[in-house]
């Protein structure tokens, strides 16, 4: 099993829709979560971070977080074409004392005009 | 206020050559992380540094593979004998000194290592 495993999609959503990404994770020490969009060709770009149970927003971004079921979402409201991109998950152990991230693969989006 | 800076951004080796990449981190950012990404993977860490301290190398090959971040100038990831299954994408990541297990890494825009 994967420490921490995506869909690797493609993920076809209309513009206007919302998108909804998905993410578990096998190590119940973990204690952050990152989301970062990756534009094909680029650099992992930071979209949100998450610590607590429950939801945080960030504009069109909502991150979900379940510890119990070790699972993390990110859901992009008002999808834009310009969210096409793959959306990598990652999570810190903590138990290391400095912050280790493990990536998910990623999930590819696709947002239609 | 400049971001994480990686050079060369792209860089092609013959087998058997040597490989330096060199990452400053952002100003202020005393960690730097590398990260290695293989075509269709996930980013996998290999090395986390502080000024002139590895303090995990947990992700690095054991072998050709070393990483340094001196007291002056840019951390440098090196790969001696270069083969063509280092082809890939490398990242260096930055984060602040405190609450090191919550602050946020901002990547560079990487290098892409091509082994022909």
């Known amino acids: 099993q994967k420490e921490v495993e995506q869909n690797s999609g493609p993920l076809s959503v209309p513009e206007g829709a919302i998108a909804s990404l998905n993410c578990t994770y096998s190590d119940r020490v973990s204690q952050s979560f990152f989301w970062y969009r990756q534009y094909s060709g680029k650099s992992p770009e930071l979209i949100m971070s998450?610590?607590?149970?429950g939801d945080k927003e960030d504009g069109r971004f909502t991150a979900q977080l379940n510890k119990a079921s070790q699972y993390v979402s990110l859901l992009i409201r008002d999808s834009q074409p310009s969210d096409s991109a793959t959306y990598l998950c990652a999570v810190n152990r903590g138990d290391t004392g400095f912050q280790k991230l493990v990536f998910g693969t990623g999930t590819r989006l696709l947002v239609s005009p | 206020n400049a971001g994480v800076m990686q050079n060369p951004r792209h860089l092609v080796r013959r087998r058997g050559q040597e490989a330096r990449l060199r990452c400053s981190p952002m100003?202020?950012?005393?960690?730097v992380y590398w990260y290695r990404q293989l075509p269709e993977e996930g980013l996998k860490f290999m090395v986390y540094l502080q000024k002139e301290n590895i303090i995990d190398e947990s992700g690095m090959p054991k072998e050709r593979f070393s990483a340094e971040f001196p007291k002056e100038g840019p951390s440098i990831l090196r790969i001696q004998q270069v083969v063509r299954g280092d082809s890939a994408a490398y990242f260096c990541a930055s984060s602040p000194p405190q609450r090191v297990n919550t602050d946020t890494q901002y990547f560079g825009p990487g290098t892409r290592l091509t082994v022909l």
């Open positions: 998450i610590y607590s149970n």
């Open positions: 100003k202020g950012h005393s960690h």
